[in-house]
């Protein structure tokens, strides 16, 4: 059970584009839903993606839906999330998990396995 590795983070432009990636053990990958939360200072954690073990079933936060993308490669066992037409409001430690089981939900308590997540900080 090792714990998934984000990458990709870094500063940002508003307006600009930036893409993290999400390694994990074939062990921890396996057929596990996976999603990216995010945490901004003084706020709470935040759901904003998931995608499950087909990359078919997807869900995305209201504030990101039309901006951000995720998806997976299993063969690679990295999970990857798109973020287009970033604002300053996106600025935030993002953070890539595991789904405790195989159904897809947006509830911090239903994953297991965090990663120790990757600085966005968004410039205007």
């Known amino acids: 059970q090792v714990q998934p590795v984000e990458s990709g983070g870094g500063l940002v432009q508003a307006g600009g584009s930036l893409r993290l990636s999400c390694e994990a053990s074939?062990?921890?990958?396996?057929?596990?839903?996976m999603g990216w939360f995010r945490q901004a200072p003084g706020r709470e954690r935040e759901f904003v993606a998931g995608?499950?073990?087909?990359?078919?079933?997807?869900a995305y936060a209201t504030s990101v839906k039309g901006r951000f993308t995720i998806s997976r490669d299993n063969a690679k066992t990295t999970v990857y999330l798109q973020m287009d037409t970033l604002t300053r409001e996106d600025t935030a430690v993002y953070y890539c998990a595991r789904h405790r089981y195989a159904i897809l939900t947006q509830r911090p308590d239903n994953y297991d396995l965090w990663g120790p997540g990757t600085q966005v900080t968004v410039s205007s």
């Open positions: 074939g062990a921890t990958f396996s057929d596990y839903p």
């Open positions: 995608i499950n073990w087909s990359g078919l079933n997807t």
